[in-house]
């Protein structure tokens, strides 16, 4: 039987599973599923989880099975994205799939809500946003790689600049950049936002927690002046 009404994204599925809340990056989100679930213990070469196509719910409900359904949309066959759903057999795990779960990954349900044509403007600006880095012996200010870069940021920052690069980002109405400091530079620390022309509108740590320290304000500021009004600059005139 079909154990919950919930579709589940690949994430959602794994941390159900195993308790850890795991970001893939879309590319053949069947394949990193089994590998993750392998590398945790939940299953082995040869005893992996079943996994049907949508449309074989008869074959499933004859056998009796217990199922959940998982949106495994990615890039599959020559980097071509599809739109894609799994049934996937958990039997001995049902207790995990009920309907009241507490799971992380569903309190950012949202993160997860991205269409392809989103998900394509937010790596495109990411990717044209690449040269433009900052840094001194403190901190270092750099661009986002992608859209799972940002989902990650959000994720472990807390706060909404995954809504933001969906809804404000995407459409160029923003600039979105990754505070470190330089001793610790993959570690989320501060995020940044910027409006079109350039100026600061919003400097978060943790928890959404405003940064009042003038230093670190600064820094953020001169990167404005230094390093991403004179790029909006040239992009206008060229």
């Known amino acids: 039987m079909v154990v919950t009404n919930k579709v589940y994204t690949p994430e959602m599925f794994v941390e159900a599973l195993t308790g850890k809340c795991e970001i893939f990056d879309g590319k053949d989100p069947i394949t990193q599923i089994h590998a993750f679930l392998k590398a945790e213990g939940i299953e082995a070469e040869g005893q992996e989880f079943w996994d049907y196509p ?6 499933i409900l004859s056998e009796k099975m217990n199922v959940v359904l998982v949106d495994v949309s990615g890039f599959y066959l020559e980097d071509k994205w599809e739109k894609l759903f799994r049934w996937f057999e958990i039997t001995g795990y049902e207790e995990k799939f009920q309907d009241d779960a507490k ?21 495109k600006r990411t990717e044209s946003h690449k040269d433009l880095i900052m840094q001194n012996e403190e901190y270092i200010i750099k661009p986002f790689k992608d859209w799972y870069d940002i989902l990650k940021e959000g994720r472990l920052m807390r706060h909404d600049i995954v809504r933001m690069a969906r809804d404000i ?37 943790k928890d959404c927690v405003p940064v009042t320290d003038e230093k670190e304000r600064e820094f953020a500021k001169r990167f404005g002046e230094e390093i991403l009004k004179p790029y909006i600059l040239n992009k206008t005139v060229n």
Do not use: Q, W
């Open 103 to 123: 799971m992380l990954c569903t309190e950012y349900k949202e993160y997860f809500s991205i269409s392809y044509k989103e998900f394509e403007a937010v790596n």
């Open 169 to 205: 980002y995407a459409k160029g109405k923003d600039y979105l950049f990754a505070m470190r400091k330089t001793s610790n530079p993959d570690t989320p620390y501060i995020s940044l936002e910027f409006n079109k022309e350039g100026m600061l509108k919003c400097i978060r740590k």
């Open 54 to 59: 949508i449309n074989e719910i008869e074959h």
